[in-house]
């Protein structure tokens, strides 16, 4: 029904009209940010060579969207954002522009799939191991 809307307020422009959903799927992210987040899970990623590896911990409001392929894709995606920018912290993450698409931050990335998923996710904390360091 939305992708119709959208269609219909961009004149059949799929570019413009896919542009419009994102917005407001950003949109709708915005107004459950305050929700509270106790599901979730714990992900994991070795990088080839087994010399980089990272811990996330994701969290969403239920166990149901903690299983769909969108939020694991979307852990996976900062696990790999994590280990190849080495973010200090969460807040460093969120504001930098994502190894995929320079032209969207990560906040934006998390903010789509919170649109998509109707549910508020945070990312709580990671950790990023590199052989040697301490």
Same mark, same amino acid.
């Given at each position: 029904?939305? =992708? ?12 413009? #009209? ?10 709708? @992210? ?8 106790? #599901?979730?899970? /714990? ?16 969290? =969403?409001?239920?166990?149901?969207? #903690? ?7 979307? @852990? ?6 994590? @280990? ?21 931050? /990560? ?6 799939? /919170? ?5 508020? /996710? ?13």
């Amino acid at each position: 029904m939305e =992708c119709r809307k959208a269609l219909e307020e961009t004149k059949g422009d799929f570019k413009k #009209a896919e542009a419009l959903l994102t917005k407001w799927g950003i949109e709708r @992210s915005e107004k459950k940010v305050d929700r509270e987040t106790k #599901a979730g899970h /714990i992900d994991s990623y070795i990088h080839a060579g087994g010399k980089v590896g990272v811990l996330l911990e994701l969290l =969403c409001e239920t166990d149901f969207v #903690a299983r769909t392929d969108d939020f694991k894709r979307l @852990s996976h995606e900062l696990c790999l954002q994590i @280990s190849s920018m080495e973010p200090k912290d969460v807040k460093t993450l969120l504001k930098q522009e994502y190894i995929r698409d320079p032209k969207i931050k /990560i906040e934006d990335l998390v903010k789509a799939v /919170i649109g998509k998923l109707g549910e508020n /996710i945070t990312i709580a904390r990671f950790t990023r191991f590199k052989l040697g360091e301490k």
